[in-house]
T-cell receptor, first 113, second 113 residues
Framework: AQSVTQPDIHITVSEGASLELRCNYS??????LFWYVQSPGQGLQLLLK??????LVQGIKGFEAEFKRSQSSFNLRKPSVHWSDAAEYFC???????????FGQGTELSVKP | SAVISQKPSRDICQRGTSLTIQCQVD?????MFWYRQQPGQSLTLIAT?????????ESGFVIDKFPISRPNLTFSTLTVSNMSPEDSSIYLC??????????FGQGTRLTVV
């Protein structure tokens, strides 16, 4: 079965601390992987994506993610979190860039001063 | 990137009634999708809106409950029919082409009372 798992429902980090959000996937074909962010009352904004090539990808707002095929993981990281990063983060997988997506459950990030 | 206008942004509806949500894109796109995000949950794909033909529904979603139209490459509607409180969700329109990532509208927050 195709699925995406985000094990952490809610994470709280201090401003300036590093962040890692976990994502594991199960997908029959070559996966196209995405991280989206959803701020309260907003739609989804793409942070970064991975299709092939360098397994460490850079995104917007200082985020990066590392694809590890052996672990079926695509974890999102940020070296130093800002208060404005507080939001819901979704990992997603699809058959190609523009295909229908399977989303993880989401991780809510809180940032404390 | 595509600019998506989704209307209404929110609504409160009586049970047993229907609501039609509109999704307008500022450019022609190949694919349009409708997702549902139930309170505190992730996004679940309802259907793929096909231009000029019947939508393709995911398991658990049926045309009688969620009729979809897509008369052209820039516009689609989703109707939530015979609503019950369980239909209270955020409904999101998404657009993509095969070689671009998916873009999302701001969503329609529906409350059924």
């Amino acid at each position: 079965a195709q699925s995406v798992t985000q094990p952490d429902i809610h994470i709280t980090v201090s401003e300036g601390a590093s962040l890692e959000l976990r994502c594991n996937y199960s997908y029959g074909a070559t996966p196209y992987l995405f991280w989206y962010v959803q701020s309260p009352g907003q739609g989804l904004q793409l942070l970064l994506k991975y299709f092939s090539g360098d397994t460490l990808v850079q995104g917007i707002k200082g985020f990066e993610a590392e694809f590890k095929r052996s672990q079926s993981s695509f974890n999102l990281r940020k070296p130093s979190v800002h208060w404005s990063d507080a939001a819901e983060y979704f990992c997603a997988v699809g058959p190609h860039q523009g295909g229908k997506l399977i989303f993880g459950q989401g991780t809510e990030l809180s940032v404390k001063p | 990137s595509a600019v998506i206008s989704q209307k209404p942004s929110r609504d409160i509806c009586q049970r047993g009634t229907s609501l039609t949500i509109q999704c307008q894109v500022d450019s022609q796109v190949t694919m349009m999708f409708w997702y549902r995000q139930q309170p505190g949950q992730s996004l679940t794909l309802i259907a793929t809106a096909n231009q000029g033909s019947e939508a393709t529904y995911e398991s658990g979603f049926v045309i009688d409950k969620f009729p979809i139209s897509r008369p052209n490459l820039t516009f689609s509607t989703l109707t939530v029919s015979n609503m019950s409180p369980e239909d209270s969700s955020i409904y999101l329109c998404s657009v993509a082409d095969r070689n671009t990532e998916a873009f999302f509208g701001q969503g329609t927050r529906l409350t059924v009372v």
